[in-house]
């Protein structure tokens, strides 16, 4: 379990969080954050600002369905200005809509779902092929298993687990909609899902914090430090059966939304001292600019030099909220 | 848990299809397994996100399980996994018959025009809304559809809408179909 540190905040800091209502400890965390991860002063201030404003919206394009060519033709007939993203084609951003995207006929044939270009990433980094067996564990409400599922043309077999009754629901219900048969849906804790080594990959977009919802939730402005502390432990006993499940040789992908190390390097940390190896994201920039780099350096923890191989959007600087992914490899076992 | 259908229930469920359409079933599973999700501890039991009430032939009393189209590598997966377990695309509840379901009602109108009536637009939004479609709005339909069948209502482009029943005549401005369960439930139903 890791505590969030504290870290010192300079007069700017305080004054600007004291101006926009956000605590004082967190924004000189997040400060702390953005100059590791290798974002410049003036990027830096672009982030701050970035946390009280509204992030585009986009919808992803449910390739078990249609296009994003096709399903881009018929929001413009309804009068949507769509663009499809640079980072990831299928998430269209929406530049201008008459009505909300979920009113349409096309969400409702499960063509497409609103979701994040950054939460698009850790589907999009753990490369999934036809026919293989994925694990997602802390699944709904189901948009990166449908965005999984599509990768896999629906050929294969994805493994989604979820402990919450109610987002169950949700997972379900959105996985129907999207018409997906080749997922297994299992309502409990990833601690509990049986067996051992029978996955070719596992995606764990784990429960967080969430500070990097800020811009569409202003309540996390106040988050309580303990807040950390609590879910690392969550986040921990997730990956502890992401490596049970996962066979030799096989690709981990750990995502959050939010910028706490603790939640994100310290994690990735403990997998690669188990003796994983990190591997490249595949993405390097988001819209023309340049993701933000894993940190190899927080008080109180040795993060090694590989962790710059992981990526961090930060709202402001990209058109995005913030989420930090990484991709790992198990050792042991051929490739997937 | 999610299990491989017996030969009894496909045959049931291919019978069903056939009476649609000869030869109708290949196309229905079109290269997936069909499988059986039964009410089991852990995940929700089937028909919590309701099927189509009554929506094909009246069934006795017994067991409901679901029918889902899955891929063949879930029904491989260990049998620890798919106890307890739910999944695939459900497309329609076996008790003793075959009652279609919403996306059953999807697959469907991809392999056949039987069964289905194409509506216009306007009768697109409102079925959405759970309302019933007057027979002046209907573009074209099955012509051996008959007072009290289920039927699919399609768009304009074909796109199935859900599932409706025959209450008057396709001729008119009277209501012709009810809406029975309906793409919009997914917003409704939120």
Redesign the interface.
Known sequence: MAEAVRMPAGPQVREWAARHKFSEWMAARFIAVAQRSGLGPSDRLRFLDGLRQKVPSYVRCNALRTTPDVLATRLRARGFLVQPSEMDPAVLRIIQAPISQGATLEHLLGWSSPQDLASAAPALVLGAVPGETVADLAAAPGMKTLHVAGDMQDEGAVVAVEPDPRRMRSLRMNLERGGASCVLLRQHGAQELPGEGWADRVLVDAPCTGEGTMPKDKTRRQGRVEETGRLSRVQEEILDAADRVLRPGGVLVYATCTFAPEENEVQVARLLAQGYRMEPVGIDACEGVPLGHGITEWPGHELPAEMAMARRFFPGVHPTLGFFVARLRKEGGGSP | M?RAATQEEEAIVRESLDAVQRGLFSGFLSG?RLAIVEADE???PPG??PPAQGAGPETQAGPRRAV????P??L???E???Q???????VGILEEGFALD??GS?VLARETRRQCIRVNEKA?RLF?YGRAILGTSILEYDPSLRFGDHCIVT?PRR?ALGIGRVVGSFKGARTAVEAVHD??S??R??
């Not at chain 2, 889902?68 to 891929?71: A, R």
């Not at chain 2, 307890?84 to 459900?90: M, W």
Request: charged residues 20%.
């Open positions: 999610i997936k852990g995940v929700e919590s996100h889902v189209l899955v891929d590598a879930v491989a997966l260990p620890t996994l798919r307890g377990a739910a999944g695939g695309l459900q919403l996306q999807v697109t959405l768009n796109e793409l919009g997914y917003l139903d939120e």
